[in-house]
């Protein structure tokens, strides 16, 4: 039997080396891999269905999967994660604490970008910041006139979108905005303005304190598979899960490897050794038994954000045939 040829869109990372340089295989798959960045993926992705099989937001998938609009069926591989109170930058002459963002203006990118759903989940569940509490300005970092991705319809919430040609990178710099948030640090004369800097000083020690208490480590993208292949194919989730398994397993043990690092970065032997001591060995896992409680918690927050209409079970996110594995 001829294996199917598929287009797969993804990121360049060291998880998915091992698909790219061929080291694993699909199975019943002949692949045909495009490594985009992340913004040119999800707008190809969710516009147009372009992709096979796509690295994906998980916040525009849910969305999709909350209206019933849904091109693709996710698996639980999650090719990014972040914690992300590094996300978020302020004018620190005048925002000194996370309360202080009540009633402000904050600049974002899109407001259903996942990044942003799970900042505001923190300043929510631990500062007591909520969405509506907020004017949101919505623009271009680097680039003017950016739009959602996706249609949203925000009952409640005070969303505004910046002035044509203005970024929110500028809007920040001049003072018009009190805080940005986004995947990306601000860019233009705002990276070197002395007054815009973290909300959290040591955004490091403040994940790791976040990480103790809750047992989460965010969700940033999940893969999709076209549902027209899937009902073709159903063998295909199974396929791609335990594939996409592989790599991440492949990178790992290449990262263990101290003989020579395989990452231009000192002290990566040290940080390993302390990833595994907070959050044990597998602690970029996949599959959704060991991701339960964060899986939960950013469908709770997303709702509540005004994104999802209803609340999403976490059954309905991913393909069947990937809730469990055989074992030997």
Same mark, same amino acid.
């Given at each position: 039997?001829?294996?199917?040829?598929?287009?797969?869109?993804?990121?360049?990372?060291?998880?998915?080396?091992?698909?790219?340089?061929?080291?694993?295989?699909?199975?019943?798959?002949?692949?045909?891999?495009?490594?985009?960045?992340?913004?040119?993926?999800?707008?190809?992705?969710?516009?147009?269905?372009?992709?096979?099989?796509?690295?994906?937001?998980?916040?525009?998938?849910?969305?999709?999967?909350?209206?019933?609009?849904?091109?693709?069926?996710?698996?639980?591989?999650?090719?990014?994660?972040?914690?992300?109170?590094?996300?978020?930058?302020?004018?620190?002459?005048?925002?000194?604490?996370?309360?202080?963002?009540?009633?402000?203006?904050?600049?974002?990118?899109?407001?259903?970008?996942?990044?942003?759903?799970?900042?505001?989940?923190?300043?929510?569940?631990?500062?007591?910041?909520?969405?509506?509490?907020?004017?949101?300005?919505?623009?271009?970092?680097?680039?003017?006139?950016?739009?959602?991705?996706?249609?949203?319809?925000?009952?409640?919430?005070?969303?505004?979108?910046?002035?044509?040609?203005?970024?929110?990178?500028?809007?920040?710099?001049?003072?018009? !905005?009190?805080? #940005?948030?986004?995947?990306?640090?601000?860019? &233009? =004369?705002?990276?070197?303005?002395?007054?815009?800097?973290? @909300? /959290?000083?040591?955004?490091?020690?403040?994940?790791?304190?976040?990480?103790?208490?809750?047992?989460?480590?965010?969700?940033?993208?999940?893969?999709?598979?076209?549902?027209?292949?899937?009902?073709?194919?159903?063998?295909?989730?199974?396929?791609?899960?335990?594939?996409?398994?592989?790599?991440?397993?492949?990178?790992?043990?290449?990262?263990?490897?101290?003989?020579?690092?395989?990452?231009?970065?000192?002290?990566?032997?040290?940080?390993?050794?302390?990833?595994?001591?907070?959050?044990?060995?597998?602690?970029?896992?996949?599959?959704?038994?060991?991701?339960?409680?964060? !899986?939960?918690? #950013?469908?709770?927050?997303?709702?509540?954000? &005004? =994104?999802?209409?209803?609340?999403?079970?976490?059954?309905? @996110? /991913?393909?069947?045939?990937?809730?469990?594995?055989?074992?030997?």
């Amino acid at each position: 039997m001829a294996k199917l040829q598929l287009s797969i869109a993804m990121g360049d990372y060291d998880r998915t080396r091992a698909l790219l340089d061929g080291h694993v295989q699909i199975d019943g798959v002949d692949p045909v891999y495009m490594t985009l960045s992340p913004e040119e993926t999800f707008f190809r992705a969710f516009r147009h269905t372009e992709f096979d099989i796509s690295e994906l937001s998980f916040s525009s998938h849910l969305v999709k999967v909350s209206q019933g609009r849904n091109d693709y069926t996710a698996i639980p591989v999650f090719l990014s994660r972040a914690f992300r109170h590094t996300s978020i930058y302020v004018r620190t002459d005048r925002i000194k604490r996370p309360e202080d963002l009540k009633g402000k203006r904050i600049g974002v990118p899109e407001y259903q970008l996942t990044a942003i759903v799970w900042a505001r989940a923190v300043l929510q569940d631990d500062y007591g910041v909520a969405a509506s509490d907020v004017t949101w300005v919505r623009g271009g970092i680097d680039e003017p006139d950016r739009v959602e991705k996706i249609g949203l319809d925000l009952p409640g919430i005070k969303l505004e979108n910046a002035p044509p040609g203005r970024t929110i990178s500028d809007m920040l710099n001049d003072g018009e !905005l009190d805080a #940005f948030i986004a995947p990306r640090p601000p860019g &233009g =004369l705002a990276r070197q303005n002395p007054d815009i800097g973290w @909300l /959290f000083p040591d955004p490091t020690v403040t994940a790791k304190q976040y990480y103790e208490r809750t047992r989460i480590f965010p969700i940033m993208h999940v893969v999709g598979i076209r549902n027209a292949l899937l009902e073709q194919h159903p063998w295909l989730a199974a396929a791609v899960f335990k594939a996409f398994s592989a790599s991440k397993a492949y990178a790992l043990d290449r990262l263990s490897d101290t003989s020579a690092t395989k990452v231009t970065l000192p002290f990566v032997e040290e940080q390993l050794k302390a990833a595994k001591a907070l959050m044990g060995d597998d602690f970029w896992s996949y599959g959704v038994k060991a991701n339960l409680p964060t !899986l939960e918690t #950013f469908l709770r927050h997303h709702h509540g954000q &005004g =994104l999802s209409k209803r609340l999403v079970t976490v059954e309905e @996110l /991913f393909h069947p045939s990937t809730f469990e594995t055989a074992v030997i």
